[in-house]
């Protein structure tokens, strides 16, 4: 007796096949993060964040906004595989 993938029990249990293409646009690069109120904790957790972003993702751009009071940073990374595995590193 053979063992089974795990993998191939996913897909029978499921039954259903989907190309990563089809459920990850290629261009979902952008990205809005908001950090709360304009405190100087918060300043100082964006500020730490547009720095983890530009050295792990070199390529990406990254613009500090205050909005309704808000601290926000939008990130636009170069591809959506950056964007992607960034926001898994968060978890």
Do not use: H, W
């Not at 964006?46 to 390529?59: N, S």
């Amino acid at each position: 007796m053979s063992e089974k993938n795990p993998l191939d029990q996913v897909v029978d249990a499921c039954n259903n096949v989907v190309e990563i293409g089809t459920v990850i646009d290629e261009s979902d690069t952008a990205l809005s993060i908001t950090f709360g109120d304009d405190t100087p904790e918060n300043q100082a957790a964006r500020e730490a964040a547009t720095q983890a972003i530009t050295k792990r993702f070199p390529k990406a751009t990254v613009a500090a906004e205050t909005q309704n009071g808000q601290l926000l940073l939008a990130v636009t990374f170069d591809c959506a595989a950056e964007k992607l595995i960034y926001q898994m590193e968060q978890r």
